[in-house]
């Protein structure tokens, strides 16, 4: 049975592993620092970044990492599902799915207009699920790296 819930301190050696898992599926680097950021950052309930865990059975076997933005556009708020990943033996349960509907659920409670996310044009697996909520929207992201000063 798949259960999704928040992500809880004791989640930490679960996490993990599937987060380097989703860092090394998109060929990325991040430091040991960034890492733990993230993971106090997903606790803290004043900081902008929520986490979800789908447990298959009481095993952690996928997470979700999402976000709150506001917009010119928009009264309220954005909701940006930034993370996805499933452990890739667990893959083919509905974890994905369950993952995209409870973030989908929390945006329409808190009145969000949009729920919105990004993959790369190359992950068509993913793209087959995605595809299966909306179809893509056609934009074309820019990016600018900004480099960090060391302070």
């Known amino acids: 049975?798949?259960?999704?819930?928040?992500?809880?301190?004791?989640?930490?050696?679960?996490w993990l592993p599937l987060w380097h898992g989703y860092i090394e599926f998109y060929?990325?680097?991040?430091?040991?620092?960034?890492?733990?950021?993230?993971?106090?950052?997903?606790?803290?309930?004043?900081y902008e970044s929520h986490g979800l865990v789908a447990e298959v059975d009481g095993e952690v076997r996928g997470i979700t990492h999402y976000s709150f933005q506001t917009s010119t556009w928009a009264p309220k708020n954005y909701c940006y599902l930034e993370d996805l990943f499933v452990a890739p033996d667990s893959r083919g349960l509905g974890l994905g799915r369950a993952l995209i509907d409870a973030v989908k659920d929390i945006a329409i409670s808190v009145g969000?207009?949009?729920?919105?996310?990004?993959t790369d044009a190359t992950n068509e697996t993913a793209r087959k699920l995605y595809d299966s909520y909306?179809?893509?929207?056609g934009k074309v992201q820019y990016r600018i790296q900004i480099p960090l000063e060391n302070s």
């Open 27 to 46: 060929k990325a680097e991040i430091p040991k620092s960034q890492y733990e950021l993230t993971w106090s950052r997903l606790l803290d309930p004043s």
């Open 134 to 137: 909306t179809l893509e929207s």
């Open 112 to 118: 969000s207009s949009r729920l919105y996310w990004n």
């Open 1 to 14: 049975m798949i259960q999704i819930r928040p992500v809880a301190p004791e989640d930490n050696a679960s």
